[in-house]
């Protein structure tokens, strides 16, 4: 199982990423997938999931910016980022688990995923 993280770079604040997350070894359509960031001194945190059904959940924090969804053809699982904040800086991770019908536990939780990727740096200057 291999998860490959792409799209990430430096942006001024305002605009926009999409980063993608391509599976090998693993199928995306029934499985849980998530992006999850990590700041410089920061706890790692959720920001959004997507079921093999394609429900999604988002933190708080990036509600009405950032889209999660899913191309299973591709096995690859895009996170579309606009209005982009300095806050917004972080190194980005895509996680996995196998699963149907919903994600089991708190779908923004690194507790639930079992299968990592090595991330992809996002940076946004003010």
């Known amino acids: 199982v291999q998860l490959v993280e792409s799209g990430g770079g430096t942006v001024q604040a305002g605009g926009s990423l999409r980063l993608s997350c391509e599976a090998s070894?693993?199928?995306?359509?029934?499985?849980?997938v998530a992006w999850f960031r990590q700041a410089p001194g920061k706890e790692r945190e959720g920001v959004a999931a997507?079921?093999?059904?394609?429900?999604?959940r988002y933190a708080d924090s990036v509600t009405g910016r950032f889209t999660i969804s899913r191309d299973n053809p591709k096995n690859t699982i895009y996170l579309q980022m606009n209005s982009l904040k300095p806050e917004d800086t972080a190194m980005y991770y895509c996680?996995?688990?196998?699963?149907?019908?919903?994600?089991?536990?708190?779908?923004?939780?690194?507790?639930?995923?079992?299968?990592w990727g090595q991330g992809t740096q996002v940076t946004v200057s003010s």
């Open positions: 070894g693993y199928t995306y359509s029934a499985s849980c």
């Open positions: 996680g996995a688990v196998p699963a149907t019908g919903g994600c089991y536990g708190p779908w923004l939780s690194g507790t639930v995923y079992t299968s």
């Open positions: 997507i079921d093999s059904d394609g429900r999604t």
